[in-house]
């Protein structure tokens, strides 16, 4: 699957929206990819997984670990591609952690999923949880890198760790004090999952 192929699944499931929105990363951006419109049909999500597990071959991975929510229905078909099981990671009072009966075994070749990167934040958080249980991270991976150039954007990095996606965007991105909406005066929508609560219908 090329990029074109990738974003034709976001056009057609109308799941590149435009507005202002808050990113789970606390960034505003005119832009937000609503992964989860896309994962919703099961061959969408199987044909991204299965993109993204192309790209993470001869890895020796053992498993996959995504973080919850946006990460855990594609960290379940990356699973799937490679043949590997599929475990996420939640939220307990602000950190990673994982439940639920999952593990990590020392020494086992571990990837981080996500649905989409921004600043890489949530990344780094589950590759620390990884670490943490004595698991080696090898590589990262997510259907949309959106990172911008300060956050390493258009590099096969992250970490210090190879990094794969199906679809580059160039998307802009401001911290809440440089938002042109924000002086404009308009409302600002949290759809991320840290912010459910939060987002307006």
């Not at 789970?24 to 990819?33: M, P, T, V």
């Not at 990590?104 to 249980?133: I, P």
């Amino acid at each position: 699957m090329n990029a074109e192929e990738a974003l034709r699944h976001f056009e057609e499931t109308e799941a590149l929206l435009s507005g202002h929105f808050r990113l789970s990363s606390g960034l505003h951006s005119d832009k937000y990819l609503q992964c989860a419109k896309v994962l919703q049909w099961p061959e969408r999500a199987a044909a991204l997984g299965a993109a993204l597990g192309a790209k993470l071959g001869g890895l020796g991975i053992g498993a996959v670990v995504s973080p919850a929510m946006g990460g855990l229905v594609i960290g379940h078909e990356v699973g799937r591609a490679l043949g590997r099981r599929a475990v996420f990671a939640e939220r307990v009072d602000g950190a990673f952690t994982l439940r639920r009966g999952f593990g990590l075994d020392a020494g086992e070749n571990v990837v981080v999923v996500e649905d989409v990167v921004t600043t890489g934040g949530s990344t780094r958080e589950v590759l620390a949880l990884v670490k943490s249980l004595g698991a080696v991270a090898v590589a990262c991976a997510a259907v949309v890198d959106r990172r911008g150039a300060p956050q390493g954007g258009g590099t096969e990095t992250l970490e210090g760790l190879p990094f794969r996606s199906v679809l580059r965007m160039e998307v802009p991105t401001w911290p809440e004090g440089d938002c042109p909406y924000c002086r404009l005066g308009q409302e600002v929508v949290s759809p991320g999952s840290r912010r459910l609560s939060s987002a307006k219908a």
